[in-house]
């Protein structure tokens, strides 16, 4: 099975588009106003090497890349790219497509020579799409998407059973797909750091750390084990969510009801479109200066937008008084219809 990733994908297209920003800096992100608050969508090579990266708030990103070019988010030109992307993904003989999001997907398929299948795919996807990608081979889901990353850029690396532990087993868990900060810091605290400790970590420690079910997966994730299928079953969405980042913080209860409220049209809008009812809710909130709590809560099946925003106020009640709030997001989740329960449609986050 193949991982493609597409390189610098969100300002690679943005190259396209603005051929005389080959070679430069570039940084997208929100409205492309580094006094607004947003933060980096995704920065090119050449901004990196500046210490600039994904996730990191736009004002710091300028200071630490004065010489940039920093563009808005242009979701539907990103959207379009990567449609044909996955089209030309598609059309490559016998494969199987199993697509992750706008830049990247897994691929089956049946070959002898995987290194010369996965050079002609990034000859493809270039000649269709003048996007570069990298490939990561692997006998397994988790071993291919980590194989990207040693790829990169423009790059086809393999990983199995036979090197994992060569390659993976003295680097830091934090490097597995799957494991973040937290985890990783859980971990630390129970005397696994390494990829090789994970792997030989006994089941009873990890079950007693992270519960029966997440303890034996992070143990999978350290051998590099898993799924060994590519399921090209239609990707369908168990939520929708929406979020906003105020300019100015917002420390009144009027403006959060305000703001609640135009949560709520939003979602349910997107939630219409789904013709599936709303099941549950989560709140997500930001204070000043960044610190994030989530609150959410299961809700009888409704389509009633006053019911939708009387439970959306009922999670308002838990947020903290006089705290200033710099963002708000809601995610309304709905039941799976019966034929993607019945399948092994792949889930994908809201936050």
């Known amino acids: 099975m193949l991982h493609v990733d597409l390189d610098q994908f969100v300002a690679a297209v943005e190259v396209l588009r603005h051929p005389e920003l080959a070679g430069k800096p570039v940084i997208v992100g929100g409205r492309g106003d580094p006094t607004e608050r947003a933060v980096v969508s ?34 539907e030109a990103y959207s379009t790219a990567s449609d044909e992307v996955m089209a030309t993904l598609r059309a ?22 995987p290194e010369g299948y996965a050079r002609e795919l990034q000859q493809a996807v270039l000649e269709r ?5 990298s490939v990561g081979i692997g006998d397994t889901l988790i071993r291919a998407k980590v194989a990207t ?26 490097e597995l797909w799957g494991i973040g900060a937290k985890i990783s810091r859980r971990l630390a605290r129970s005397g696994i750091t390494t990829v090789a400790e994970l792997a030989s970590a006994g089941p009873d420690a990890l079950v007693a ?21 590519v399921d090209d079953t239609p990707w369908v969405a168990r939520g929708h969510s929406r979020e ?5 913080d917002l420390t009144e209860p009027a403006q959060v009801n305000e703001a609640v409220r135009e949560l709520v049209a939003r979602v349910l809008e997107d939630i219409a479109a789904e013709g599936r009812p709303v099941v549950g809710l989560t709140l997500k909130v930001r204070y000043a200066p960044f610190l994030t709590k989530t609150f959410n809560k299961k809700v009888a099946e409704t389509f009633d937008r006053e019911v939708v925003l ?42």
């Not at 490559?92 to 020579?113: H, K, S, Y």
């Open 244 to 248: 906003t980042t105020f300019q100015q």
């Open 42 to 75: 995704t920065a090119s090579y050449e901004a990196r090497e500046f210490g600039v990266g994904s996730g990191m708030p736009l004002r710091i990103a300028a200071r630490k890349a004065p010489e940039a070019v920093i563009l808005p988010v242009d979701g």
């Open 92 to 113: 490559q003989p016998r494969a199987i497509v199993q697509v992750l999001g706008w830049d990247e997907a897994f691929i089956g398929i049946q070959t002898e020579d």
């Open 209 to 229: 750390e992270f519960g029966p079910r997440m303890g034996p997966w992070y143990a999978e994730l350290g051998r590099g084990d898993g799924a060994q299928i």
């Open 310 to 351: 009387a439970h959306a106020r009922e999670l308002v009640g838990k947020i903290e008084p006089d705290r200033p709030i710099r963002l708000l997001g809601l995610r309304a989740e709905m039941p799976m219809p019966e034929d993607a329960r019945e399948g092994h449609t792949p889930t994908r986050s809201g936050w």
């Open 149 to 174: 990353g040693f790829g990169k850029p423009r790059g086809v690396f393999r990983l199995t059973a036979d090197n994992w532990l060569e390659v993976m087993g003295d680097r830091p868990t934090i």
């Open 129 to 133: 799409t003048q996007l570069h990608c």
